[in-house]
């Protein structure tokens, strides 16, 4: 395969189980409180005091300063948006309001930061290095999905128009952050991982990102952001406890490290985040609207479908 090494059926089982296994649990918790409390407060605070000390040491895929702090960000992530989702003063505050995109923003500098880390520590090695079982290979690629990361923080907007549905799924709804941002963002993801992580990325690129645009596509609409930090907080714990699913076990897919592969997927990225950013500004001009403090996409017939009804 281009991007990756070729691999058996039960592997592409396998993707289509993580998938679902990911879409899975994310459902049953955004069905219960007291389930997200177990899952996203209880079983991490018992992990790191006993699983991942062993698991995700320094001589581990996992063990980076990345991983480390992608878990416990993207866990801050959840925790922020079910103190919003179960109450009602915090739905209502525009300081709590302002959490979502700055965790979110924070979640996409910490991989920008990585990508120009991995150009300055990597670049220049033909064949790439070897660092605890994962190949880096850095490059151009980096700088250029590292800049379409920068467009992708850039062209956020609409954060005051956030409000939390009624009923038993209680889901936070961006109706200002639609198809066209998180595809952007998604060809961005990937590129990430693909660059940073590249021998994860069958996994902790694409199917993850899957578990998470399904829903929002589909039966989660508007809740993007809630179903990402969760899937994203599941991912993390499972790879943080079982690195070598990815790394060594009879599922695991290698990247084909080609560069080919790596100039696409960051130039993808990159111009996808131009087209965001330029349109993002032209409704801005259009509809003279200030993305700090209102909601830039009312006239879509995509936002319309999203807003909030009595």
């Given amino acids: 395969m281009f991007l990756f090494d070729s691999f058996p059926w039960y592997t592409a089982l396998m993707f289509v189980a993580v998938i679902g296994g990911l879409m899975f649990v994310n459902e049953i918790t955004r069905r219960s409180k007291w389930l997200s409390i177990g899952m996203y407060i209880a079983l991490p605070v018992v992990l790191t005091l006993t699983l991942w000390q062993h698991t995700a040491g320094s001589d581990s895929s996992t063990g980076s300063w990345f991983h480390w702090v992608k878990v416990y960000s993207a866990l ?175 599922f695991a897919v290698k990247s084909s490290h080609s560069e080919t592969a790596l100039w696409l997927v960051s130039g993808l990225a990159l111009l996808s985040n131009v087209a965001l950013i330029i349109y993002h500004v032209y409704k801005i001009r259009k509809n003279k609207r200030n993305p700090l403090t209102e909601e830039v996409y009312t006239d879509t017939r995509a936002y319309k479908k999203l807003a909030f009804k009595e």
């Fill in 76 to 250: 801050a992530g959840v925790l922020g948006f079910m103190y919003i989702r179960y109450s009602k003063k915090a739905s209502k505050n525009k300081y709590w309001l302002m959490f979502p995109p700055l965790i979110l923003s924070i979640n996409i500098l910490e991989a920008v930061i990585r990508d120009f880390e991995v150009y300055s520590l990597y670049s220049g090695e033909m064949y790439g290095a070897v660092i605890n079982g994962i190949t880096m290979q850095g490059g151009a690629w980096n700088i250029m999905n590292g800049i379409a990361g920068i467009l992708n923080i850039l062209a956020l907007s609409g954060w005051v128009g956030i409000y939390i549905t009624k009923g038993k799924y209680k889901d936070m709804i961006w109706p200002d952050q639609l198809w066209w941002w998180i595809i952007a963002y998604d060809l961005w993801n990937f590129a990430y991982v693909y660059n940073a992580v590249a021998d994860h990325a069958f996994y902790a690129g694409a199917a993850l990102l899957l578990s998470c645009t399904i829903p929002a596509f589909f039966f989660g609409k508007g809740a993007w952001l809630q179903h990402r930090a969760q899937t994203l907080a599941i991912w993390m714990m499972f790879t943080m406890s079982f690195p070598a699913f990815s790394d060594t076990s009879a």
